[in-house]
């Protein structure tokens, strides 16, 4: 674990506090169930601020690097 408390801020890891970045970690990988496993751990949904925006960059990527790569394939 990066941070013992996720309250606490994390800054030698991007100076980012540590709820947003364990809601990062989780959306950059889509991972719905790690996030909710988070969340059920913690009993707090702050974790859902980091992971928003991370998910759907992720998804973009996929979508992005799957076409571009299936194209470049052919």
């Known amino acids: 674990m990066l941070c013992a408390d996720y309250r606490n ?5 991007l ?5 947003d970045l364990y809601g990062g970690i989780c959306g950059c990988a889509t991972s719905t169930p790690g996030l909710n496993a988070l969340s059920e751990k913690t009993g ?3 974790f859902t601020v980091g992971y928003a925006p ?3 960059v992720g998804n973009i990527g996929l979508t992005l690097v799957g076409t571009i790569l299936m194209s470049w394939l052919k």
Do not use: R, Y
């Open 9 to 13: 801020d994390c800054w030698f890891v």
């Open 54 to 56: 991370a998910f759907v």
């Open 15 to 19: 100076k980012l506090k540590a709820a």
């Open 44 to 46: 707090s949904t702050i």
